[in-house]
């Protein structure tokens, strides 16, 4: 079972353009979740999903739009990058957002704005 | 605001126990969480309390006290493999994780 993938593994990226990480769950879990991690500073939630079809903000979703269509995929797209949002991104599942309900991590995409 | 204090870095030696704490203020609370993290690679789940105790498994225990806002981790018998960050997590009232920046546990020979 693979379990949670990301694409790309790692990116440079021109300040001004536009990319879409990936992210794809096998486990047929119902929530998924996208955090950044930057040094120093704990995970930070950008966007979640209790449930395919509906999506929310976390603490920093100014810059990134998800989207969730299906059980499996949640994409994350950073319209216009910029330097601030060099980061590692993880993509995390789990079966629901309640209770002992752990969150299962994607390997993460780091990201580099230049 | 929503808060959650770890140590940044310990150090302990092969053998031996470490007791990594962590304290939090959340607006509400629904469970804590510890996770580790080796370096380059994705947390995984260690542990979960909602209750008030010790709760172990295996060479790795977590205590949680809600009254005071305080947990910790304990890890016997360190092996050089728990080289790794430690982070704490609380579940807010929202059902989202607030994340602790981690403690880097450095194992010594």
């Known amino acids: 079972t693979a379990g949670i993938t990301q694409a790309p593994t790692s990116q440079i990226l021109a300040a001004g353009r536009s990319m879409t990480l990936r992210c794809t769950q096998d486990?047929?879990?119902?929530?998924m979740y996208w955090y950044r991690q930057d040094l120093g500073l704990g995970l930070r939630l950008i966007h979640y999903?209790?449930?395919?079809?509906?999506?929310g903000k976390g603490e920093v979703p100014d810059g990134y739009s998800v989207s969730r269509a299906n059980t499996d995929d949640f994409p994350l797209t950073l319209a216009s990058a910029v330097p601030s949002q060099t980061s590692v991104y993880f993509c995390a599942s789990s079966p629901g957002e309640r209770g002992d309900n752990e969150q299962f991590f994607g390997p993460g995409t780091r990201l580099t704005v230049l | 605001g929503q808060n959650i204090d770890q140590p940044t870095e310990m150090t302990a030696t092969e053998g031996a126990i470490v007791q990594i704490n962590c304290t939090y203020q959340t607006s509400g609370f629904n469970g804590l969480f510890w996770y580790q993290q080796h370096a380059g690679e994705a947390p995984t789940f260690l542990s979960y309390?909602?209750l008030d105790g010790l709760e172990e498994k295996g060479r790795f225990s977590s205590f949680l006290s809600r009254s005071k806002g305080y947990s910790y981790l304990l890890l016997k018998e360190l092996q050089m493999k728990d080289s790794a960050s430690y982070l704490c997590?609380?579940?807010?009232?929202?059902?989202?994780?607030?994340w602790g920046a981690g403690t880097k546990l450095i194992i010594k020979p």
């Open positions: 309390n909602v």
């Open positions: 486990m047929r879990h119902n929530a």
């Open positions: 999903s209790n449930t395919a079809g509906t999506t």
């Open positions: 997590a609380v579940k807010d009232s929202n059902y989202q994780l607030i």
